[in-house]
């Protein structure tokens, strides 16, 4: 009884058509032959290994702006790279002085991208390969060495430099910056924040409150808060035509809410 339905339940288990088992190698070998025949087969590394994209010739510059942050919250601390006026799955490859940077998560819509380590351990200037979804591939360099967080932004300002905040006025971050705002040309100047926020200066010569468009005050702007002051010289004063500063250079307040411990300015 026992070897008659131990009979039964192999019929019911093994369907119909189905191949014997090899008695041997070389049948084995054979039966595999069938469904093989171009010969042997290289299993698929797991995970897939994403090589360095060369440069291509003619170095294609990239036309966008680059936010490269010294540390994420998505990273663990480790470097973030965002392109804050592309869309998310625009960007499809990143690599940073030879590393390829993983995909994170977009911020606000923009591609997000991040490194093995902090920002301050990539040797400067950073040298970027950029691959678009298009399949067009474009190279970027940050502008100077030294420089361990900001935008790169190829083609538009030819100087940066970073500055640590001195204090907190009025309820901000405060910058006492040692150039005039006049030294620096008649702008644009690029103030990038180590949240992520960006102002743009267009004219060095007057003072630019809350607005990029307008330089006026407006509470209910995404920058309120943010003040930029020449220091070109007398008056000397809180009125929005006084453009001296006390220290005879850039006096900067970060937007109200924003916490960061240093800046970068571009020209």
């Given amino acids: 009884m026992f070897r008659l339905a131990l009979v039964i339940a192999l019929l019911w288990v093994v369907p119909a058509g189905a191949v014997t088992i090899p008695k041997s190698f070389g049948e084995c070998s054979a039966l595999c032959a069938q469904f093989f025949p171009g010969g042997s087969v290289t299993p698929p590394v797991d995970p897939p290994v994403t090589p360095p994209v060369t440069p291509p010739s003619g170095n294609k510059i990239f036309p966008h702006p680059i936010t490269f942050e010294r540390s994420t919250d998505q990273g663990n601390g480790s470097a973030g790279i965002l392109f804050r006026t592309l869309q998310a799955g625009s960007v499809t490859y990143v690599s940073?002085?030879?590393?390829?940077?993983?995909?994170?998560?977009?911020?606000?819509?923009?591609?997000?991208?991040?490194?093995?380590?902090?920002?301050?351990?990539?040797?400067?200037?950073?040298?970027?390969?950029?691959?678009?979804?298009?399949?067009?591939?474009?190279?970027?360099?940050?502008?100077?060495?030294?420089?361990?967080?900001?935008?790169?932004?190829?083609?538009?300002?030819?100087?940066?430099?970073?500055?640590?905040?001195?204090?907190?006025?009025?309820?901000?971050?405060?910058?006492?910056?040692?150039?005039?705002?006049?030294?620096?040309?008649?702008?644009?100047?690029?103030?990038?924040?180590?949240?992520?926020?960006?102002?743009?200066?267009?004219?060095?010569?007057?003072?630019?409150?809350?607005?990029?468009?307008?330089?006026?005050?407006?509470?209910?702007?995404?920058?309120?808060?943010?003040?930029?002051?020449?220091?070109?010289?007398?008056?000397?004063?809180?009125?929005d035509s006084d453009i001296g500063t006390s220290h005879k250079g850039i006096y900067l307040h970060a937007p109200f809410g924003d916490t960061s411990k240093s800046v970068l300015m571009q020209w």
Wanted: proline fraction near 6%; charge should be positive; glycine fraction near 14%.
């Fill in 96 to 239: 940073v002085n030879g590393e390829v940077a993983r995909l994170g998560v977009p911020y606000k819509g923009a591609p997000v991208f991040l490194l093995a380590k902090s920002g301050d351990q990539y040797a400067r200037p950073l040298s970027f390969v950029i691959k678009m979804a298009d399949g067009i591939t474009y190279v970027a360099k940050s502008g100077i060495a030294g420089d361990t967080t900001g935008p790169v932004t190829p083609g538009v300002y030819k100087n940066s430099k970073s500055y640590g905040y001195y204090n907190v006025a009025n309820r901000r971050q405060a910058w006492r910056i040692p150039s005039r705002g006049d030294s620096l040309g008649s702008g644009p100047v690029k103030f990038t924040f180590s949240s992520g926020k960006t102002f743009t200066v267009k004219s060095t010569a007057k003072n630019c409150r809350d607005r990029e468009d307008t330089c006026n005050r407006d509470s209910r702007a995404a920058m309120y808060g943010f003040v930029f002051k020449p220091g070109n010289g007398a008056p000397n004063g809180e009125g």
